[in-house]
């Protein structure tokens, strides 16, 4: 069975479709969650023999979490964006995905601390700020939201020369926007996920670098914990980082990444033609 909320943050379609999986029979519910809000529905799940596996976002109350390091993967673009600016005073505008939200936490405050700002750990889920970061707006990780959040920071401050983005979708608005202003010259967009379109848009130079996430080894390994569960009674714990890989178009120094074409044969959805 499958389900999907209608957008991130929706955590009551989560609920349902928690609450129908475990009425049909589900031994198994593999989770990419949209909040904390779903944890109630979680434990009366555990307690009816299910097993709860977190894939990417991690929640309270869960019997193990496969998922990239996401601070990581913020740093690594944070590391980045502070090389590719050359020492330039920056005014970095970030393009968030909603408050609260501990993946996105995370990517924000690593991203920071990559540059070189200072900032929450990777346990908190407050979105750190500085004088650098002069603008941040929501954008629910994708293209509509994202164009609106850097149309309003241009609004703000024009002069802004990095760009923070939650996922690639985000990344791909924001650039809309710079471009219908005429700054798509010289702004640098970072951003997290690795998907095709994404690792595309690398190669375009729509977006500087990315930090590839795996979410087909999320799901793969999510399943094959579901079969033992299901054949043996053994649940899965802990923590698994399934990896994280930062793609770049433009290598510079002193910070380690991947090329393009590496990026593709690893991306993960549909590749752009």
Same mark, same amino acid.
């Given at each position: 069975?499958?389900?999907? !909320?209608?957008? /991130? &943050?929706?955590? #009551?379609?989560?609920? +349902? %479709?928690? =609450? $129908? ?115 941040? !707006?929501?954008? /629910? &990780?994708?293209? #509509?939201?994202?164009? +609106? %959040?850097? =149309? $309003? ?115 993960? !959805?549909?590749?752009?033609?």
């Amino acid at each position: 069975m499958t389900a999907s !909320g209608k957008k /991130d &943050g929706d955590t #009551a379609s989560q609920i +349902t %479709a928690i =609450e $129908n999986m475990v009425t049909a029979g589900a031994k198994t519910i593999l989770i990419t969650s949209s909040g904390d809000a779903i944890g109630a529905a979680v434990k009366k799940a555990q307690a009816k023999g299910v097993q709860v596996i977190a894939l990417d976002s991690p929640f309270d109350g869960a019997d193990a979490l496969f998922a990239t390091d996401n601070y990581k993967a913020g740093v690594l673009i944070g590391q980045y964006a502070k090389a590719a600016l050359g020492g330039k005073p920056a005014k970095i505008a970030m393009l968030d995905q909603f408050p609260g939200h501990p993946v996105g936490a995370q990517r924000h405050n690593g991203f920071m601390t990559g540059f070189g700002l200072k900032a929450n750990d990777a346990k908190s889920n407050e979105l750190s700020a500085t004088p650098e970061t002069v603008c941040a !707006g929501d954008t /629910d &990780g994708n293209i #509509a939201k994202g164009q +609106t %959040a850097m =149309e $309003n920071c241009l609004q703000k401050d024009p002069a802004i020369n990095v760009v923070y983005t939650i996922n690639e979708p985000a990344a791909a608005g924001a650039f809309n926007a710079l471009k219908k202003a005429g700054k798509d010259k010289g702004v640098i967009i970072v951003s997290v996920d690795g998907g095709c379109a994404g690792v595309a848009d690398v190669g375009k130079g729509v977006i500087a670098a990315t930090s590839q996430q795996y979410p087909l080894k999320m799901a793969a390994m999510g399943v094959a914990a579901g079969l033992d569960f299901a054949k043996g009674g053994k649940k899965a714990s802990g923590y698994v980082d399934t990896g994280v890989t930062l793609i770049a178009k433009t290598a510079v120094a002193g910070v380690d990444s991947k090329d393009v074409k590496t990026g593709d044969d690893l991306c993960w !959805g549909d590749k752009k033609k």
